[in-house]
């Protein structure tokens, strides 16, 4: 689903070489779009940590979203995912099996975003969790999809 997205996204690129008067236009449209998709992870974070399971993860899904958004811009993108690390880590032990693997999932699409930005927190924060996860029993399919996660994310 991600690789579509970022396909799509390479096509509109492709689609909008054309130059025009509209230049500014569009520049000033990316403008308020970054600026949106900024506040929208800035609002998000707070949700990462709600009671409620299923707010977590809309929010994991969200940051998402707006990270393939903003990979592109790397001096938006990274101090962003600088202050988003910490919740994200602790949606790495999260209480609820969905979370968990939502988180590693994330944790995977993030990697690929900010390749150069996670490497240092990936040793720190990512791998402890993932060894903790998969040495976690249990054959439920929630736990198998939170091993096949971190695996996947991990490769």
């Given amino acids: 689903e991600r690789e579509r997205e970022r396909e799509r996204e390479r096509e509109r690129e492709r689609e909008g070489g054309g130059g025009g008067g509209g230049e ?7 403008a308020r779009a970054k ?8 609002v998000v974070q707070e949700l990462l940590s709600d009671k409620r399971a299923t707010v977590r993860a809309n929010a994991l899904q969200a940051v998402g979203a707006a990270s393939l958004t903003l990979q592109s811009l790397p001096n938006t993108l990274n101090p962003l995912l600088h202050t988003l690390w910490p919740p994200l880590c602790r949606r790495f032990h999260d209480q609820s099996a969905f979370v968990r693997v939502q988180a590693f999932s994330l944790a995977g699409c993030l990697i690929e975003d900010a390749p150069d930005f996670l490497a240092p927190r990936i040793h720190a924060s990512l791998l402890p969790a993932a060894a903790a996860s998969l040495r976690q029993g249990g054959a439920g399919s929630l736990q198998r999809a939170l091993r096949h996660t971190v695996l996947s994310s991990l490769a």
């Fill in 24 to 30: 500014k236009e569009e520049e000033a449209s990316r």
């Fill in 35 to 42: 600026g949106i998709v900024v506040r929208v992870l800035e």
